[in-house]
C-alpha cells in the first residue's frame, strides 16, 4: 500500500537515494532540505521518473520553522525519516561552541521535534513509522567526533523514550546504523583528515576508516534502503527502540 514518507536532508547523498527508491515502489514522497532549490529539483526528477513527490525548503534545526511547515502541509505522514545530517571534526579543546551546539539541533533536537509534529496524526491513523538515519557512532566513538558522537548517541535514547510513549499505537521508531557510506558528506571526511594527519585520502579509507570493520568495505546506499523498507512494513509492527547496525562486524569486536 502507498505512503506518505517525508524524509529530511532529502536532496542528495542516502535522503537522496531512498527517496528515489521509495518513490519507483509506488509511494509518495516528501523531500525536505534546507536548500529549496535543490529538494524542489530532486522531488522534480522523482516526478520525470514517473513517481510522485513535492519538494520544500525545511531547516530542522529551526523548531518554529518545523511548527510552521507541518501546519501548511496538506496531508499526514505515515513515514518520517530523519535523516539530515552534518558534521564537524576537531580536537574538544578546538571545538567551537555555537558549532558543537547546531549539531545537537540539527541531529537530536531536530529529529525530536520532527517526530512530535508528526505524532499526534499517527495516532489518529494508528500507523505510524519514524526510522532515523543514525551512524555506528551512535554505537561506538571516534576521535574529534565529539558533537556528532553525542548526538547519534542520543538518538537512540530518544527512540527508546518513544517506543514507550507509543507502545499503545501501531507505531514504531527505530534508528539505522551504518558504518561509513561514500557519500559527499564523508568525502569531505576523508580530505579533511588526510589534510589534517599528512595521509593520502586511500590512507585515511584504510588506516582510518575501515580499520576497525572486519569487511573493509563502505556501506552501500541498497543497503540503507533495504532495511528502511523493512522497517516500513505492517509486520515489522513489533520492532521498535531498536538500533540496527549496517556495520560488517564493526561492533562485533
Same mark, same amino acid.
Given at each position: 500500500?502507498? %505512503?506518505?514518507?517525508?524524509?529530511?536532508?532529502?536532496?542528495?547523498?542516502?535522503?537522496?537515494?531512498?527517496?528515489?527508491?521509495?518513490?519507483?515502489?509506488?509511494? @509518495?514522497?516528501? +523531500?525536505?532540505?534546507?536548500?529549496?532549490? @535543490?529538494?524542489?529539483?530532486?522531488?522534480?526528477?522523482?516526478? $520525470?521518473?514517473?513517481?510522485?513527490?513535492?519538494?520544500?525548503?525545511?531547516?530542522?534545526?529551526?523548531?518554529?520553522?518545523?511548527? +510552521?511547515?507541518? %501546519?501548511?502541509?496538506?496531508? =499526514? #505522514?505515515?513515514?518520517?525519516?530523519?535523516?539530515?545530517?552534518?558534521?564537524?571534526?576537531?580536537?574538544?579543546?578546538?571545538?567551537?561552541?555555537?558549532?558543537?551546539?547546531?549539531?545537537?539541533? #540539527?541531529?537530536?533536537?531536530?529529529?525530536?521535534?520532527?517526530? &512530535?509534529?508528526?505524532?499526534?496524526?499517527?495516532?489518529? &491513523?494508528?500507523?505510524?513509522?519514524?526510522?532515523?538515519?543514525?551512524?555506528?557512532?551512535?554505537?561506538?566513538?571516534?576521535?574529534?567526533?565529539? =558533537?556528532?558522537? =553525542?548526538?547519534?548517541?542520543?538518538?537512540?535514547?530518544?527512540?527508546?523514550?518513544?517506543?514507550?510513549?507509543?507502545?499503545?499505537?501501531?507505531?514504531?521508531?527505530?534508528?539505522?546504523?551504518?558504518?561509513? +557510506?561514500?557519500?559527499?558528506?564523508?568525502?569531505?571526511? $576523508?580530505?579533511?583528515?588526510? %589534510?589534517?594527519?599528512?595521509?593520502?585520502?586511500?590512507?585515511?579509507?584504510?588506516? $582510518?576508516?575501515?580499520?576497525?570493520?572486519?569487511?573493509?568495505?563502505?556501506?552501500?546506499?541498497?543497503?540503507?534502503?533495504?532495511?528502511?523498507?523493512?522497517?516500513?512494513?505492517?509486520?515489522?509492527?513489533?520492532?521498535?527502540? &531498536?538500533?540496527?547496525?549496517?556495520?560488517?562486524?564493526?561492533?562485533?569486536?
Amino acid at each position: 500500500m502507498s %505512503k506518505t514518507i517525508l524524509i529530511t536532508g532529502a536532496a542528495s547523498g542516502i535522503g537522496l537515494y531512498i527517496a528515489q527508491q521509495l518513490a519507483a515502489a509506488g509511494h @509518495h514522497i516528501i +523531500v525536505t532540505d534546507l536548500n529549496a532549490a @535543490h529538494a524542489k529539483e530532486a522531488a522534480e526528477d522523482i516526478v $520525470i521518473n514517473g513517481g510522485k513527490a513535492q519538494g520544500y525548503a525545511l531547516n530542522v534545526a529551526d523548531s518554529e520553522a518545523i511548527t +510552521v511547515f507541518f %501546519k501548511q502541509l496538506p496531508q =499526514a #505522514v505515515d513515514v518520517l525519516i530523519n535523516n539530515a545530517g552534518i558534521q564537524h571534526v576537531a580536537k574538544l579543546e578546538e571545538f567551537p561552541a555555537d558549532k558543537w551546539q547546531f549539531l545537537q539541533q #540539527v541531529m537530536l533536537v531536530g529529529p525530536a521535534m520532527m517526530t &512530535q509534529a508528526v505524532l499526534p496524526k499517527m495516532r489518529e &491513523q494508528n500507523f505510524g513509522r519514524i526510522i532515523n538515519i543514525g551512524s555506528i557512532h551512535a554505537m561506538v566513538a571516534s576521535k574529534y567526533k565529539s =558533537a556528532y558522537v =553525542a548526538a547519534k548517541h542520543g538518538l537512540i535514547g530518544f527512540s527508546k523514550t518513544i517506543a514507550l510513549e507509543t507502545g499503545d499505537a501501531n507505531i514504531t521508531i527505530n534508528t539505522v546504523c551504518p558504518a561509513y +557510506v561514500k557519500t559527499p558528506l564523508v568525502e569531505q571526511q $576523508i580530505a579533511a583528515q588526510a %589534510k589534517e594527519h599528512g595521509l593520502s585520502e586511500q590512507q585515511v579509507i584504510d588506516t $582510518i576508516m575501515l580499520a576497525p570493520m572486519p569487511k573493509k568495505a563502505f556501506i552501500g546506499l541498497d543497503e540503507i534502503h533495504h532495511t528502511v523498507t523493512f522497517l516500513m512494513a505492517d509486520a515489522a509492527r513489533n520492532i521498535t527502540a &531498536q538500533a540496527i547496525a549496517i556495520d560488517g562486524g564493526w561492533t562485533a569486536q
